[in-house]
Structures are given as structure tokens and as C-alpha cells.
């Protein structure tokens, strides 16, 4: 694979990172996408110490003219795609009767559309290539709440549109699956934590244990558990694994 290129969107920080940062050890150039220049930057700085050449886009893909720009970027700077991890994607935690259509329409587009755009613009190289896509969805998918309602929604249509990429992959010899991921500590959840508990006058220690008992698991997972998952599912000893939604949650969700 050290010939090979890697599109990891989202890629400024939290599971995007610390994916990015991963491939670096297997692909020869990674491509990084994100709305955060600065942060691209500081991913950008990790990527090439571990031996790969990384390119900067700083974009946002709810837009509709983002994936013909990262994939021509790409193919222009690398001359093929390989592997495409769509991982951008943040919907907001409100509860299912106060969600606007702008914040229902604001997630569906950079999760979903923004994840569907870009895989479409990408089929064609991939197909050259023979490679590999990941959709990140969440374990929401398979048990919404109230509070998780639009994200519960948006990560249930991504497994069924990664099962559709997956069955059109078959023609095309693409591989493609969904990863479902439970509770993980990220920037963006030790943030909604620190506001969480000052809010509900407890520490923020005291609210990272009531959500971890509510969720009946140990610990919260690591963004580099996630991307060693999503590193195997682009390697060349995943390719016999298609279709597949996989979820990584610690054993949050007890059903089969």
C-alpha cells in the first residue's frame, strides 16, 4: 500500500485525525480535508513525520462543489485515489421535538449528502484502483433516542447508503462498509461535557461517569481505536469484507 492514496475527510480532528494520522503508515499520500486550515495544518505536521506526504484542503463538504474539488485536487496532485474514508460530520444532540429543519437539513448535509457526493465524484478512480470506502455512522443508528433523534436518523440512512455503494461495489470492485462507533472522547465530547456539568452542578469527572454508567460500559473509547478499524477495512486483508455496518461501542448496545 505504500503506493497508494488515502481522502480522509474530517480529518482536523478527533476520529478524522487520529485515522489520517494512521494511514500514514500505510499509504504513500494522504489527503486532508476539513473546514479548520489550522488544524489540517497541525494533522498535515503528524502524517509526513510518519513517512507520508499529506495535501491540505480545507473545505467544507456540506457544499455541493467540495467533492469535484477534492477528488480533482487529489488525482491532480497523487494521480489516483485508493481508499476513501468519509468521516466529517457533526449533528447536533437536541431532543427529537426541538430540532429545526435548518439544524435536520445542516446534518444530513455534510454527513450524508456531503459523504454521498464525494463517494459518487470518487467512483470512477476507485474503480481504476479497485479501492476501498469507509462511511462513519455511529451505534445511533441501531438504538435513537430522543436526544440522539436526528442522529440516530442521519446514521441509520449512512449504513443503508453504504449498503447500496457496497452492492453497486460488487460490479465495480469496490469495497465498501459503514463503522458504527459508540462513546468516544474526543475534543468535541470533552467540550459538550465541560458544559454539561456546571450546567447540572456536578463536576465534569462526576458527568463522565453518569453518562459511561448510563451507557452500561467501562470506558469511553479512543479516537485511535476507531482508526485502527478503519485502517484495517482499507487494507488489503479486509477485502473480502463487504456490506458490512461494524460497530465498535465497548458493548454499549446489547442487542445481537
Given at each position: 500500500m505504500k503506493n497508494a492514496v488515502a481522502i480522509v475527510t474530517g480529518a482536523s480532528q478527533g476520529i478524522g485525525r487520529a485515522t489520517a494520522i494512521r494511514l500514514a503508515l500505510d499509504f504513500s499520500g494522504v489527503v486532508l480535508v476539513a473546514r479548520n486550515g489550522a488544524k489540517l495544518?497541525?494533522?498535515?505536521?503528524?502524517?509526513?513525520?510518519?513517512?507520508?506526504?499529506?495535501?491540505?484542503?480545507e473545505l467544507d463538504m456540506s457544499k455541493t462543489a467540495a467533492p469535484d474539488t477534492v477528488v480533482t485536487r487529489s488525482l491532480g496532485r497523487f494521480g489516483r485515489i485508493d481508499a476513501l474514508l468519509n468521516i466529517a460530520g457533526a449533528v447536533p444532540q437536541i431532543d427529537i421535538l426541538e430540532m429545526t429543519d435548518q439544524q435536520w437539513n445542516d446534518g444530513m448535509e455534510l454527513k450524508l449528502h456531503g459523504a454521498r457526493r464525494l463517494t459518487v465524484r470518487a467512483w470512477g478512480a476507485l474503480k481504476e484502483s479497485r479501492g476501498a470506502v469507509v462511511l462513519m455512522s455511529g451505534n445511533s443508528a441501531v438504538f435513537p433516542k430522543s436526544g440522539y433523534g436526528a442522529v440516530g436518523t442521519i446514521n441509520a440512512a449512512?449504513?443503508?447508503?453504504?449498503?447500496?455503494?457496497?452492492?453497486?461495489?460488487?460490479?465495480?470492485?469496490?469495497?465498501?462498509?459503514?463503522?458504527?462507533?459508540?462513546?468516544?472522547?474526543?475534543?468535541?465530547?470533552?467540550?459538550?461535557?465541560?458544559?454539561?456539568?456546571?450546567?447540572?452542578n456536578v463536576s465534569v469527572e462526576d458527568a463522565r461517569q453518569r453518562f459511561l454508567s448510563e451507557a452500561g460500559i467501562e470506558r469511553y473509547g479512543r479516537p485511535e481505536e476507531i482508526a485502527d478499524l478503519m485502517a484495517f477495512l482499507v487494507s488489503p486483508g479486509a477485502r473480502w469484507m463487504t456490506g458490512s455496518a461494524i460497530r465498535m461501542d465497548g458493548g454499549e448496545v446489547k442487542s445481537i
Open positions: 495544518e497541525e494533522t498535515a505536521n503528524e502524517v509526513k513525520a510518519r513517512g507520508s506526504e499529506p495535501m491540505v484542503l449512512i449504513v443503508a447508503l453504504a449498503k447500496a455503494f457496497s452492492d453497486r461495489g460488487l460490479t465495480d470492485g469496490i469495497q465498501v462498509n459503514s463503522v458504527l462507533p459508540g462513546p468516544v472522547m474526543t475534543g468535541r465530547r470533552e467540550s459538550y461535557l465541560a458544559h454539561w456539568a456546571p450546567a447540572h
